[in-house]
């Protein structure tokens, strides 16, 4: 009998693996079907994926024995070619096998989902239009105009009567054909420049364009990074290949999306966070189609079955968006250089603060560095100047805005351009504690000051939860109760009052809870329709406005003093790529930087645009401390809602797996600890982390020692466990 290797879909399987059935005689199996199998002793009809068929399925049973495939639904979802790249993402990120198909296939075929068909009208005989008559020429002629366009009920909305129109099709005029409708269709967008290439464009894309492999394409703000992407992409299409972008946020680049619309229209999708389940069901059956050549998305996009895929373009590769924070915890520019490998394609990762892993494989030689050095338009890069914010209080400034700032800000109004503060902070100030006895104000499921709003509510940032303030203290009674810390609503109060005539627009996570909200805003900032956009890091990248000549970085620090080895990157990255949606016309733009740290390399490196000098400090820190680069983190998370079984737990395992790791000597355990946050929604956290020199083989020893650790207590702890996480 022929067998079939399936995954099994079902959430509560304990065991990851590949289940053994027999294909039926009569049955036609591809890897990728869906099939319907008896599962368990009850024989419940389960669903599942063909992963292995015949010779390489391991036949652990007895044939005999083998149970058989009820049904098969007869679309591949994906091909035997796709099974490496898919073996390659669960080893490298420890997930199962579940977890990679769901990768690979839209919410929606798990769920059933059917495409939603269309009843098309189509004429049948062009000669029939010599003897029709009146009013069945005219439905006649209108069909025939717009073949496949109308369903009956459009004619008569049209005013034709359903009588007539059933009369035509009956006698073999018309014909109804079911076709697939999808749901989704990307509006088209008219307002498109074509522009030429400068000099420096023009080598990037030949360079990339010449060969095959991976590019860093280093490109300072406002180089025109976009120009280059559009110009391989459309060099690409010509060849009949097909490319996919990423881009970290899909609603916060709204102009980026609208040049590529401008540009190749119909050939794109847009495949994003906010589309429904329905649309990416359509989405993905339009690209296997071969009706879309190009498509722009958040990292999920980069598992649309696209035929001939040969570019990858991974837009502000600094971003931690492309590494998944569900399983399987996957870095998309990693798994994109694995496809484009096997496709003998391009990827391009782009940005203009590359994240220093990238830099150092470019220094390496593992990847082929492109620059672009001088913004496209005539503008240079912006002044900017740091101010201390120290001496701004010892010379009696208590006020968020330094005094340089002021000055500038008035300026600005004057002139009546347009500028951006930036501070990554929403909420009205940052905790709330009371003075008399020291209470700070904590959710209570998470180990987290609670944020102060300014309709007097105390917001947990983790978890959402939400109460209001009270006016004494919970612990001694007392009224002192003070607030501290700055967020983007004081900071909107306090420009509201000082300029009240200004136009004044906030963007932030609360002020664009809905989805039209941030394209209101972006639309009545790219009017003119304001004067101060006050945001957080939604503000950072994307805005690329003529008329903005200040922007104003209200607290450099916020990200310094995060406990984490990337602080000073994320601090350089930040000031950079904030600072560069100053001056991107033929205006002047200026910077101001506060900080309390003005001495710190990240802010003088961003101070004076220099990546290169940032880098070679960052680096010797790097190799110095023992971080990625130079080795990898392997993350584990404990978490419980038993504290004490928790820590008990986690000690034992902590010393059990120190024990272990001796036999690989170039890896180190730091830890058991509790986790910066100890607390999230009454779930306790513990983590061990690893750094070393992991190979695959040494990582799985590895988790299946912890897991294995785990198996008596697995109902009361979880453990998650993440390869190079992006915070810890
Ligand atoms: P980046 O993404 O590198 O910050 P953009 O792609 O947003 O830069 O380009 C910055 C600005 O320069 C945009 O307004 C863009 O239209 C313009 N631009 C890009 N290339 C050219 C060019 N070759 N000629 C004229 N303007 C250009
Ligand atoms: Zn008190
Ligand atoms: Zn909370």
Redesign the pocket.
């Known amino acids: 009998m022929r067998a079939a290797g399936i995954i099994i879909n079902h959430e509560a399987l304990a065991t990851d693996r590949i289940y053994t059935y027999g294909i039926p005689e009569k049955m036609n199996l591809k890897i990728g079907q869906k099939v319907r199998v008896p599962f368990g002793l009850g024989n419940r009809k389960l669903e599942g994926f063909v992963v292995a068929l015949n010779d390489d399925v391991d036949l652990a049973y007895d044939t005999m024995k083998m149970k058989e495939i009820f049904s098969a639904d007869p679309e591949v979802y994906f091909e035997e070619k796709d099974l490496s790249i898919m073996d390659e993402i669960r080893k490298s990120y420890m997930a199962t096998y579940l977890d990679v198909i769901k990768l690979m296939i839209p919410r929606g075929i798990l769920q059933g989902m059917k495409h939603k068909m269309s009843e098309n009208l189509y004429t049948i005989s062009t000669l029939a239009q010599k003897h029709l008559k009146s009013p069945y020429i005219e439905i006649y002629n209108e069909v025939d105009q717009h073949p496949g366009k109308f369903i009956k009920s459009d004619l008569v909305r049209k005013g034709f009567s359903l009588s007539s129109v059933n009369t035509l099709i009956r006698h073999g005029y018309m014909a109804v054909l079911s076709e697939k409708d999808y749901r989704y269709n990307v509006e088209e967008y008219e307002n498109y420049e074509e522009?030429?290439?400068?000099e420096e464009?023009r080598a990037a894309v030949e360079t990339i364009d010449k060969k095959e492999g991976t590019y860093l394409l280093h490109?300072?703000?406002?180089?025109?990074?976009?120009?280059v992407f559009m110009e391989l992409i459309r060099r690409g299409l010509q060849r009949g290949e097909d490319a996919i972008v990423l881009l970290p946020e899909i609603s916060l680049t709204p102009?980026?999306i609208e040049?590529f619309k401008g540009r190749f229209g119909k050939e794109i999708t847009i495949f994003h966070s906010r589309l429904s389940d329905g649309e990416r069901y359509d989405e993905w059956h339009r690209v296997r189609a071969g009706k879309v050549k190009i498509a722009i998305g958040a990292r999920s996009a980069l598992f649309l079955p696209f035929k001939n895929l040969k570019m990858v373009i991974v837009d502000e590769e600094h971003e931690t968006t492309y590494k998944s924070e569900m399983s399987p915890k996957y870095n998309a520019k990693e798994v994109a250089r694995l496809m484009m490998e096997k496709n003998g394609g391009r990827v391009v990762l782009a940005s203009?603060t590359p994240s220093v892993e990238s830099y150092y494989q470019a220094k390496a030689k593992k990847l082929t560095l492109v620059s672009?050095t001088r913004?496209?338009?005539a503008g240079e890069l912006p002044k900017m100047e740091v101010v201390d914010m120290r001496e701004e209080l010892l010379s009696g400034n208590r006020t968020i805005f330094s005094r340089a700032l002021m000055k500038k800000m008035e300026e600005v109004l004057e002139r009546k351009e347009q500028m951006i503060l930036f501070l990554n902070r929403r909420g009205f100030s940052t905790f709330v504690s009371c003075r008399s006895c020291g209470y700070v104000f904590k959710c209570s499921s998470c180990d987290i000051s609670m944020t102060y709003h300014k309709d007097n509510s105390l917001i947990c940032h983790q978890c959402g939860a939400r109460k209001y303030l009270p006016k004494t203290c919970p612990s001694c009674q007392s009224k002192y109760i003070k607030q501290f810390g700055t967020g983007t609503e004081k900071v909107e109060e306090a420009i509201r009052k000082m300029f009240p005539e200004a136009k004044v627009m906030r963007m932030d996570r609360d002020t664009t809870k809905h989805k039209a909200a941030y394209e209101n805003m972006y639309q009545n900032f790219k009017n003119n329709d304001c004067d101060i956009l006050i945001g957080t890091q939604m503000i950072s990248k994307g805005l690329?406005f003529k008329d903005v000549t200040l922007v104003g970085i209200l607290a450099a620090d916020l990200s310094l003093n995060l406990p984490d080895f990337r602080s000073s990157e994320k601090t350089f990255q930040l000031i950079t790529q904030v600072a560069?949606r100053a001056g991107?016309g033929d205006k002047k733009g200026e910077v101001v930087i506060q900080t309390y740290s003005p001495e710190h390399f990240a802010v003088e490196c961003a101070k004076t645009h220099d990546y290169e000098g940032f880098y070679e400090r960052e680096i010797l820190m790097r190799e110095a401390l023992k971080n990625p680069p130079f080795t990898k983190i392997f993350h584990m998370v404990f978490t419980s809602e038993d504290e004490k079984l928790l820590r008990e737990k986690v000690m034992e395992i902590g010393d059990r797996l120190r024990n272990y790791l001796k036999k690989y000597d170039t890896i180190i355990l730091l830890g058991p600890s509790p986790c910066m946050i100890s607390k999230i929604k009454n779930s306790y956290r513990w983590q061990m982390i690893l750094k070393g020199d992991f190979s695959l083989d040494s990582q799985e020893s590895i988790r299946l020692f912890v897991q294995n650790e785990m198996k008596s207590v697995y109902k009361a702890i979880k453990v998650s466990l993440d390869i190079n996480p992006n915070s810890m």
């Open positions: 522009r030429t290439l400068n464009q490109g300072i703000t406002g180089s025109g990074k976009t120009e102009q980026m040049r203009a672009l913004r496209a338009t690329d560069g991107r």
